[in-house]
Nanobody, 121 residues
């Protein structure tokens, strides 16, 4: 499977933004999809894990603000981000894995190229 993220950009604090992860080469319905983010000098942080049936698990820093969902028919997984904060600034990646609910990057084998999200006034 190949993954491509889109939807990043520059927004102001408090704004919302939705990222998309499109899969090709294999059907996305076969994979757990994780969202991660990374800033320079820091470890890649798990944001959300979307299970095959659509149930999602979230990292503590985004609970209540981010919502991950999947549309297997379209082959896409989305990450809706609300109440964005400057601390959410990062490159966001989606990744394919097989273990539901895990936010450990080692459990994901295929990664997209990332999309930049910048939250700044």
């Amino acid at each position: 499977v190949q993954l491509v993220e889109s939807g990043g950009g520059l927004v102001q604090p408090g704004d919302s933004l939705t990222l998309a992860c499109a899969a090709s080469g294999s059907t996305v319905r076969n994979y757990v999809i994780g969202w991660f983010r990374q800033t320079p000098g820091r470890e890649r942080e798990g944001v959300a894990s979307v299970c095959l049936g659509g149930r999602a698990y979230y990292g503590d820093s985004v609970k209540g603000r981010f919502t991950a969902s999947r549309d297997n028919a379209k082959g896409t997984v989305s990450l809706q981000m609300t109440s964005l904060e400057p601390e959410d600034t990062a490159v966001y990646y989606c990744a394919a894995g097989s273990t539901c609910g895990v936010l450990d990057r080692a459990q994901y084998s295929t990664w997209g190229q990332g999309t930049q999200v910048t939250v700044s006034s």
